[in-house]
T-cell receptor, first 115, second 115 residues
């Protein structure tokens, strides 16, 4: 069983640029959630995708957007990067929309540094 | 609104001694609570979850947590710490006000295990 994989593992971008992060969900999982973890903080929910549709969003501006593909893999796009966007971005997949019987499986994250 | 508060940002124990990581929760619903662990440069791993079936929850690697409604607490314990337990621990509540099952994380507790 292949787990959740994220790419790239590390990324350095300049303020104002755009970035795309990628996530392959665990086999059999149709739901992907994205979290942002700033240094020294707990992860914060960005949004969730279920069957290729956005299914809920946290308190993040519209320049954070995403996609889910028919194979349930997902992308997180961030436009007009700001210094505060520097963080570890975690992707998590689950076999359902988030019931207690659908625990989240997390990838190892992408470390984004904005300079 | 739901939230969790981890009462200690850093806990240091000696190998072989008990571990206690404290967490209080606030929830207007019957809460779903979790503990996750994050090793350096790794994603999040589920240690255990409370789903209202039993107040004492056993997890992986010898960890357990007790749900105490009267104290609104969900403290994580382990009888004997191992060097490999050194990591960041997050107390988490599931947001039942949405259909995403999004997770709300505490700020984290760093567990240091001394030889």
């Amino acid at each position: 069983e292949t787990g959740v994989t994220q790419s790239p593992t590390h990324l350095i971008k300049t303020r104002g640029q755009q970035v795309t992060l990628r996530c392959s969900s665990q086999s059999g999982h149709n739901t992907v959630s994205w979290y942002q973890q700033a240094l020294g903080q707990g992860p914060q929910f960005i949004f969730q995708y279920y069957r290729e549709e956005e299914n809920g969003r946290g308190n993040f501006p519209p320049r954070f957007s995403g996609l889910q593909f028919p194979n349930y893999s997902s992308e997180l796009n961030v436009n007009a990067l700001e210094l505060d966007d520097s963080a570890l971005y975690l992707c998590a997949s689950s076999p359902g929309q988030g019931s207690l019987n659908s625990p989240l499986h997390f990838g190892n994250g992408t470390r984004l540094t904005v300079t | 609104a739901q939230s969790v508060t981890q009462l200690d940002s850093h806990v240091s124990v000696s190998e072989g001694t008990p571990v206690l990581l404290r967490c209080n929760y606030s929830s207007s619903y019957s809460p779903s609570l979790f503990w996750y662990v994050q090793h350096p440069n790794k994603g999040l791993q589920l240690l255990l979850k409370y789903t209202s079936a039993a107040t004492l929850v056993k997890g992986i690697n010898g960890f357990e947590a007790e749900f105490k409604k009267s104290e609104t607490s969900f403290h994580l314990t382990k009888p004997s710490a191992h060097m490999s337990d050194a990591a960041e621990y997050f107390c988490v509540v599931s947001d039942r006000s949405s259909n995403t099952g999004k997770l709300i994380f505490g700020q984290g507790t760093t567990l240091q295990v001394k030889p």
